[in-house]
Each structure stands twice: as C-alpha cells, then as structure tokens.
C-alpha cells in the first residue's frame, strides 16, 4: 500500500479523544492515518517513505474559502487593466470604460503592470488626459505602490485639495 509517513513530529490533531500524536501516513494527497510511530508503519506497509520531521509542530490545515464581495463588486464598474500589452492598449481600455460613464463620475480601476509592456514606460497624467479629459481618473498599478492619475478638471472640494496639488505638480502617478 505505501505512501508516505511523517514521523517524528507533534501533531496537534483537534480530536478530544486523542489530541495529540507522533506519525501520519499520507498517501497522494490525503491523509490515511494519523497516530503512533507503529500504527502508520504498520498501515503503510513495505516501502513507505519516511520524513522526519525533527519534531516539528503539524497543525491541520484551514481552510478559508472566501471571497471579499463588496471589492469584487466594486471591480465589476472599474475598468480592468490587468493584462495589458502596452500603454496604448491601457489607454484603449481607459477610453472605452470612460465613455460608458455618467459626466463627472470617477474613473476607478487598474491592475497595469508597465514592466510587462511591450515597450515598458511609466504612464504620465498627460497620456491619461488624451482619453479621460473630463473626469479625475485614479488606477492603482498591479502591486499597489503607484497610481496613476490624471490632471484634475473639475472643482476641488477640501477633501481633493491635496490630490489636486499632487497631480498638478507630478509626472502622473503618486
């Protein structure tokens, strides 16, 4: 039968009854058996592989299926730059998204990643105002460490002040 036994390791098992043990057979991806040293050898049958684990600490796996629904359904109205080959294939997805926006309505999105453009060049606030001239445009990179912004045309409330400042002053991205 083999497979593959753990040993040598304190396994916190979650079960009252026996919360503790020293050995786990695994065969492909499950988990056979889990006890002393003797029990998973014997379970495994000749030709088992052994690791030792230097007893270490195994813990039971959790498993945490989730998603966060209020971004995903804030992604669903933000135009996806993820995959994008160039700056002017980024800037095709810009105009379209924007077009299908009511007047003076942020342009949220991003997910660009320049590195991997076919020509990679940081965007600029001026590459942006070509296609976005009438709305503030804000679109994070992949990583999250630069967004790009576009020249603000509209009226600076206090709370847009700094962000005004900001983009009037820089090359396009903070």
Do not use: K
């Not at 660009?112 to 590459?127: A, G, K, M, Y």
Request: hydrophobic share 40%; proline share 7%.
């Amino acid at each position: 039968m083999s497979g593959t036994v753990y040993e040598n390791a304190r396994i916190h098992t979650l079960d009252p009854a026996r919360p503790r043990a020293e050995a786990m057979l695994v065969r492909g991806e499950r988990i056979v058996a889990v006890g002393d040293l003797a029990e998973c050898r014997d379970r495994a049958g000749g030709g088992a592989r052994r690791i030792d684990l230097g007893g270490m600490a195994v813990l039971p796996g959790l498993i945490d299926s989730h998603i966060h629904a209020a971004s995903y359904v804030r992604g669903l109205d933000q135009v996806d730059l993820r995959g994008t080959a160039s700056l002017d294939e980024a800037l095709t997805r810009i105009a379209r998204h924007a077009a299908t926006l009511p007047p003076y309505a942020w342009l949220f999105g991003g997910g660009w990643d320049s590195n991997r453009w076919t020509r990679p060049v940081q965007p600029t606030r001026t590459d942006l105002d070509r296609v976005c001239p009438d709305r503030p445009a804000a679109l994070p990179s992949v990583d999250g460490h630069t967004i790009w912004v576009n020249t603000p045309r509209w009226p600076a409330s206090a709370s847009t002040r700094a962000c005004c400042l900001a983009t009037t002053r820089s090359p396009g991205y903070l």
